[in-house]
Every structure is written in structure tokens, then in C-alpha cells.
């Protein structure tokens, strides 16, 4: 099964559950990066991601190569921003076209996703989410986090 990851990570929790499918499916791996992707700290930083969503901003995004036609299934995978999926994944979703395919959804947050996963599948209408999941900040627990991942893609027979 030709897997694809497609996620948006500004702190690192999403890059980290990318890897870690990587390592466990051979997936490729498409990380989404804004054109002007400042090094934010702080207040900056939820002030400046929290503005996004509150404005339905849509970030442009540096070049990025993705055929999904070319994939059986494909991983999206976002962190929660003021309890909607980050906006630079939005841009993604409005500027590239996924229908009709098998999807294997995740969110990164810090505890309050909100409606945060239900506003990701109106993103990906007409396309059949097979299995999803959150992880609350990953990174402490690999292992953890290993099995957490393993047991949300059993339903693919991964
Ligand atoms: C602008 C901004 C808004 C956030 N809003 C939320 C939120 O509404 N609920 C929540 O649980 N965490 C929120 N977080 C925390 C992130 O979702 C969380 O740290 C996530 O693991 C980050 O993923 P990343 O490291 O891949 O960027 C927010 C973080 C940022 C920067």
C-alpha cells in the first residue's frame, strides 16, 4: 500500500508522529512549511496562528511536490490552533484536490481540540476517513506513542 504523510508541524509534535509512520509503513513524507515560516516564540506565536484561524487567513505555502493519485492512502495529519486544524494545512487543502480516497487522519494538541477533527473531515469531504486519532503533545513517551499509532492504523491492516 503506497502511503503518503501530509502534515503541517510548527513545534515538532506532528513531524514527530510523521516519522514514527514513516519508520512503521515506508511512507513518503510531505511536510508543509509556510513561505515565511519565522521562528515564533511565545505570545508571537499564538497570537500570530491564532489570528489565522480567527481571520480564516489562508498562509501561502514554499513549494511543495504531492501527486495524490499516486498514493492508496494518504496520512493528513495537522496541530490544533484555536480549537480548528492549523491553517497552513487548510491552504493545502484549498489549493490541492483529494477526493475519493482512503484517509488515516490525525491531531496534535495540547489538550482542548475542540471541533477540531470534525472541521478537518468537512475539509476532506467525499473522501472515506478509515481510521483517526489525537495525540495530547507527543513527544514525552516514544513508546508510548508507538502504540498509540500502531493501534489507530490496525483498522488498515497496516
Ligand atoms: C497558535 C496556536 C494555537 C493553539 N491552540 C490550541 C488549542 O486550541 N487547543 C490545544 O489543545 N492546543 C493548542 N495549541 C497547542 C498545539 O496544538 C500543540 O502544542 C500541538 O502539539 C502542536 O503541534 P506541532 O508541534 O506539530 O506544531 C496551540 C498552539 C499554537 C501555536
Known amino acids: 500500500m503506497k502511503t503518503a504523510v501530509v502534515y503541517y508541524s510548527c513545534d ?5 508522529v510523521a516519522e514514527q509512520i514513516k519508520a512503521l509503513l515506508n511512507a513518503d513524507l510531505i511536510r508543509l512549511q509556510t513561505k515565511n515560516e519565522k521562528k515564533r516564540s511565545g505570545f508571537a506565536k499564538y497570537f500570530w496562528g491564532g489570528s489565522q484561524v480567527v481571520m480564516h487567513k489562508k498562509p501561502a505555502l ?7 493519485a499516486a498514493y492508496d492512502l494518504i496520512i493528513i495529519g495537522a496541530p490544533v490552533w484555536a480549537a480548528s486544524p492549523a491553517p497552513p494545512l487548510e491552504t493545502f487543502l484549498s489549493e490541492t484536490k483529494i477526493s475519493g480516497k482512503k484517509l488515516a487522519l490525525f491531531l496534535c494538541h495540547a489538550g482542548g481540540k475542540g471541533k477540531a477533527m470534525d472541521k478537518l473531515k468537512l475539509l476532506l469531504a467525499g473522501n472515506t476517513v478509515a481510521t483517526e486519532t489525537d495525540f495530547v503533545n ?6 508510548e506513542l508507538k502504540r498509540k499509532i500502531e493501534e489507530w492504523l490496525k483498522p488498515l491492516g497496516a
Open 62 to 68: 514554499k513549494p511543495y511536490v504531492f501527486d495524490a
Open 138 to 143: 507527543p513527544a514525552g513517551d516514544i513508546q
Open 12 to 16: 515538532g509534535n506532528c513531524a514527530l
